[in-house]
């Protein structure tokens, strides 16, 4: 299983980035993908999930809004799309893909770091 | 919003015991599962489902619930084990994925 973030950048406050997740090694689109990020030196928290089918999408409270978490089945591509970006904001962040029953998180990327900073 | 609440650290010498709790409300009605975090690297299942472990988890890794805490516990602690642990639920009010605050694992 593979999973690679890219996108992220330093970006000014108010502006946009758009994270890509590319997914391989196993039937992305049968799996339920999230987002979850982590600023440095801190604990992890999550993001977004989308559904295998796009069809279902779930927001943390604090990017609500602001992020949109979307899939393109054909290309194994999981997206984030930021917009209104903070200071808070600045983390690395995580795709997951989640397994099984349960609702864990079975496969994770590397992580790509959003620096939002003027 | 449902809060999992873990201590910031743990310490046990190498061949001990370490056990990591996870506090919620009502979390014995609730999936938890685990992750470990060593630096710069993502994080890693080690537990679902309170305790089933992936394929290449040690046998010494393994997960149980008692009242309001779920406990990791790592027996015959390794060097290696040093970490950050996390646990996680799924908050079925929201359909959100709940993370606790970790815990450093450190091996003496």
């Known amino acids: 299983v593979q999973l690679v973030e890219s996108g992220g950048g330093v970006v000014q406050p108010g502006r946009s980035l758009r994270l890509s997740c590319a997914a391989s090694?196993?039937?992305?689109?049968?799996?339920?993908m999230h987002w979850v990020r982590q600023t440095p030196g801190k604990g992890l928290e999550w993001v977004a999930v989308v559904s295998s089918d796009a069809g279902n999408k779930y927001y943390a409270d604090s990017v609500k809004g602001r992020f949109t978490i979307s899939r393109d089945n054909s290309k194994n591509t999981l997206y984030l799309q930021l917009t209104s970006l903070r200071p808070e904001d600045t983390a690395v962040y995580y795709c997951?893909?989640?397994?099984?029953?349960?609702?864990?998180?079975?496969?994770w990327g590397q992580g790509t770091l959003v620096t939002v900073s003027s | 919003s449902y809060v999992l609440t873990q201590p910031p650290s743990v310490s046990v010498a190498p061949g001990q015991t370490a056990r990591i709790t996870c506090g919620g409300n009502n979390i014995g009605s609730k999936s938890v599962h685990w992750y470990q975090q060593k630096p710069g690297q993502a994080p890693v299942l080690v537990v679902y489902n309170e305790n089933d472990r992936p394929s290449g988890i040690p046998e010494r890794f393994s997960g149980s619930i008692s009242g309001n805490t779920a406990t990791l516990t790592i027996s015959r602690v390794e060097a290696g084990d040093e970490a950050d642990y996390y646990c996680?639920?799924?908050?079925?009010?929201?359909?959100?994925?709940?993370f606790g605050g970790g815990t450093k694992v450190t091996v003496l």
């Open positions: 997951a893909a989640e397994g099984g029953t349960g609702y864990y998180l079975e496969y």
């Open positions: 996680q639920v799924w908050d079925i009010s929201t359909d959100h994925r709940v």
């Open positions: 090694e196993f039937t992305f689109s049968t799996y339920p």
